[in-house]
């Protein structure tokens, strides 16, 4: 999955200010988009997050380990420059083998 955020219908980002709110936001997304390919978290073997703050690296880093437990997917973070909105804090990318489990 390409890079997610936690933009609502109306383009407005979901959890203003709360960097893991929109991480769960974005990964309950990212688990639904598996779940349309028959797939689960357990076949993910990459995430990228993008933090436009590197301090709450913490709450997103939490919110990932609620859904991949003990999957532990290769996960690179990395603090980048503001998103297309100001008010989207994070973005993910996944990658999941549609073969592992």
């Known amino acids: 999955m390409s890079g997610t955020t936690a933009g609502g219908a109306d383009g407005k980002a979901l959890c203003p200010g709360d960097a893991g709110g929109q991480a769960t936001v ?5 688990v639904a988009a ?4 028959g797939a689960v978290p357990e076949q ?3 995430t990228r997050i ?3 703050d590197m301090s ?3 709450d997103v880093g939490r919110a990932h380990g609620a859904v991949f ?3 532990r997917p290769a996960t690179t973070i990395v603090q980048v420059g ?3 909105s100001p008010d989207l804090l994070v973005e993910i990318s996944a990658v999941a083998s549609l073969s592992a489990r």
């Open 56 to 58: 709450s690296w913490q």
């Open 26 to 30: 974005i990964l309950d997304r990212i």
């Open 50 to 52: 993008y933090l436009t």
């Open 44 to 46: 993910v073997v990459e």
């Open 69 to 71: 437990g003990n999957t």
């Open 34 to 37: 598996l779940k349309e390919l």
């Open 82 to 84: 503001p998103l297309i």
